[in-house]
């Protein structure tokens, strides 16, 4: 029996602008020596911003349905909450996790095998110190387990004291703040770029608001949705124009704008972009076909892309000539998008299904 499905498909296309957005930069050094280096010729986003932003919309969601159910939000409902998120995502994480250590452990592809250590199995390997040079792109998966952690366990306690819609928002506004202080405090004007992208962009205790912005969207949806629909398109447009601005206000990482404030607002334009995507439910046609099946193998892409395909391809069958750099950027996307259907179909998807969900986006 197949999983149920209740797509979105604003959603869908959401998270697939994110998935390509990131392994479109992984992958565009096999360009460099092309005519196409600057390829796609467009300044963009970080797509992993847009991950975060909608995973805290679809956990808001999820959340806000369960304590105003009229049920007590107990310890039940917490391992219940726990038990999804974990058949969602820990799956294919620890499968690549194993990937990852067989590649730097055969010396398949280089890192530091020194650097894996029993962090990695509870997701603590950047919670508040960096790490680098094995699996890199674990970093995000730690910012999202910890938020799912988190989150529930401040409402738990939070919705003794106050009614759900005041807890809640209670959360959001600490998981919001608590990153952006510490931020503040851990302000440097001598870091150089390496530091700044392993000990601000990709710790735990930096980023976690990034997804709270997403958590604050599902609050405005959940209690306010005529205004939520009503100003779709101002939002949509607004993002937009904020996106613009952040792509075009290029500073230093040594600026407190980089370290602090740029954190904050792409999650705000990101944001903005839901109520307009939220509100397209169903397009027929090949090509939203196409954009429906890489939001479903997004999380597949997100693992594989630039250890099991990218650091394989590059450290083995660097490219020799432009021809050669064409070709194995083309098929860099091919292997990218096989393997990861495979990888949904045969082991992610199954997974899903065990936890008796249906497994669409949440």
């Known amino acids: 029996m197949g999983l149920k499905s209740d797509r979105i498909f604003g959603l869908d296309l959401f998270r697939a602008t994110a998935i390509i957005l990131v392994v479109l930069g992984h992958g565009n050094h096999f360009l460099k020596d092309t005519r196409f280096s600057n390829f796609p010729y467009f300044k963009m986003i970080d797509g992993v911003d847009l991950f975060f932003v909608l995973s805290g919309f679809l956990i808001g969601t999820i959340l806000l349905k369960e304590i105003n159910k009229g049920e007590k939000f107990a310890l039940r409902s917490l391992f219940q909450f726990w038990k999804r998120r974990w058949f969602r995502t820990l799956p294919n994480y620890y499968l690549i996790l194993l990937v990852n250590f067989v590649l730097v452990r055969w010396n398949i592809i280089h890192g530091d095998i020194l650097q894996f250590n029993w962090k990695f199995f509870v997701f603590l390997q950047n919670f508040s110190s960096p790490f680098y040079d094995f699996f890199w792109e674990s970093w995000s998966l730690s910012v999202e387990e910890w938020f799912y952690v988190l989150t529930p366990i401040f409402l738990l306690f939070l919705l003794k004291i106050f009614p759900p819609k005041q807890s809640f928002m209670l959360v959001v506004s600490l998981m919001i703040i ?105 397009i027929n046609g090949m090509i939203p076909k196409m954009i429906t099946h890489v939001s479903k193998i997004s999380y597949s892409m997100y693992l594989i892309n630039l250890a099991v395909v990218s650091a394989v391809m590059t450290d083995h069958f660097a490219p020799k000539n432009e021809v050669d750099g064409i070709l194995k950027y083309v098929l860099y996307w091919m292997l990218v998008i096989g393997l990861s259907t495979v990888l949904y179909y045969f082991f992610e998807r199954p997974m899903l299904k065990l936890r008796g969900e249906n497994g669409s986006f949440s």
């Open 178 to 282: 608590m990153p952006l202080l510490y931020r503040v405090y851990l302000f440097n004007p001598t870091i150089d770029d390496f530091w700044y992208d392993v000990s601000l962009r990709k710790l735990v205790v930096t980023r976690l608001d990034s997804i709270a912005f997403g958590l604050l969207s599902s609050w405005i949806f959940y209690y306010f949705k005529n205004q939520w629909e009503k100003f779709k398109v101002h939002s949509f447009l607004l993002g937009i124009g904020l996106i613009i601005m952040i792509l075009n206000f290029q500073t230093s990482n040594t600026s407190f704008y980089n370290q602090v404030i740029t954190f904050s607002i792409t999650p705000i334009a990101a944001a903005l972009l839901l109520p307009l995507m939220n509100s397209i439910q169903h």
